[in-house]
Nanobody
């Protein structure tokens, strides 16, 4: 069992930046990702990274603004969020998967953190 703990959420004004972190208790997975869920909406994939080759994918809505990264030990995941917009407001979740068919499908991931809230005001 892998435990994931997110941190770094908060409230910022539009155009601001935040950096989310996710600490994992083990590295028995090959994909890590960030998802978000706004009230009344489905959970959506924000970005993922494959731990072996460090290749990443991004949702179109965050390309050019968000950057996902992983430390050398493959146990701390980051999401640098710049130029934040009010529509980025959501609960952000860290996830890890052993075999992920499609990076943005939450059902493909085995482990989840408890979430960290990001609120962007206009």
């Amino acid at each position: 069992q892998v435990q994931l703990v997110e941190s770094g959420g908060g409230s910022v004004q539009s155009g601001g930046s935040l950096r989310l972190s996710c600490a994992a208790s083990a590295d028995t997975y090959n994909t890590m990702g960030w998802f978000r869920q706004a009230p009344g909406k489905e959970r959506e994939g924000v970005a993922n990274i494959y731990t072996q080759f460090r290749a990443a994918n991004y949702a179109d809505s965050v390309k050019g603004r968000f950057t996902i990264s992983l430390d050398d030990a493959k146990t701390t995941l980051y999401l640098q969020m710049n130029s934040l917009k009010p529509e980025d407001t959501a609960m952000y979740y860290c996830a890890a998967g052993i075999f992920v068919r499609y990076w943005a499908d939450p059902n493909s991931y085995n482990y989840w953190g408890q979430g960290t809230q990001v609120t962007v005001s206009s």
